[in-house]
């Protein structure tokens, strides 16, 4: 039974780039959200997809934007980056918008240069 | 400003002692989860308690939660060196589909 997978593991890119992150919920769920960790502090909600659609949002730009697609994949979009965008990247699934608990994948490394 | 804040911020103890970590919260909520990091991985989900229990227990660990004080607290009995990581308390409000995580208390288990 696959749990939370995202990929890529590790990402570095410059300031004012884009990038893409992905994540495939465990087996079964179907709502995925994103948090985003700075180092040596707790998970921030950025935002939660339930049936494709954004249920919440966190306290975050619209830089930061997501989809979520028929298999409940989703990915976490973030344009013009800044250096306080370097943070890891978690994913987490559930069954139903507001189930628990939350499943979280290993996590995204993103560093800005 | 965040809703849970873990205290202490960081606990050293020798393996075989119980390690005690705080948590605090602002508003209702309808449950508290604590969930583990090892470093440089993702979050492990330990315990859900909702607002109308009082005590739970899971293995070596055991959660309690004081509503009127808006705290929580988790034991760890007969610490492990595997027991190092980051502890995180997790709330979830009544309203909304998102936790809310606290900094963190990070634990280190000397062999």
């Known amino acids: 039974d696959a749990g939370v997978t995202q990929s890529p593991t590790h990402l570095i890119k410059t300031r004012g780039q884009q990038v893409t992150l992905r994540c495939s919920p465990k087996s079964g769920h179907d709502t995925v959200s994103w948090y985003q960790q700075a180092l040596g502090q707790g998970p921030q909600f950025i935002f939660q997809?339930?049936?494709?659609?954004?249920?919440q949002r966190g306290n975050f730009p619209d830089r930061f934007s997501g989809h979520q697609f028929p298999n409940y994949s989703s990915e976490l979009n973030v344009n013009a980056l800044l250096l306080g965008d370097s943070a890891l990247y978690l994913c987490?699934?559930?069954?139903?918008?507001?189930?628990?608990?939350?499943?979280f994948g290993d996590g995204t490394r993103l560093s800005i240069l | 400003s965040q809703q849970g804040e873990e205290d202490p911020q960081a606990l050293s103890i020798q393996e075989g002692e119980n390690a005690t970590m705080n948590c605090s919260y602002k508003t209702s909520i309808n449950n508290l989860q604590w969930y583990r990091q090892n470093s440089g991985r993702g979050l492990v989900h330990l315990i859900l308690?909702?607002?109308?229990?009082r005590e739970k227990h899971s293995g070596r660990l055991r959660v309690t939660l004081d509503t009127s004080k808006k705290s929580s607290s988790l034991l760890i009995t007969a610490s492990r060196a595997a027991d190092t990581a980051s502890y995180f308390c997790a709330t979830k409000m009544n309203y909304g589909q998102n936790f809310v995580f606290g900094p963190g208390t990070r634990l280190s288990v000397l062999p």
């Open positions: 987490a699934s559930s069954l139903k918008a507001g189930g628990q608990p939350q499943h």
């Open positions: 997809y339930y049936e494709e659609e954004e249920r």
């Open positions: 308690i909702r607002s109308n229990e």
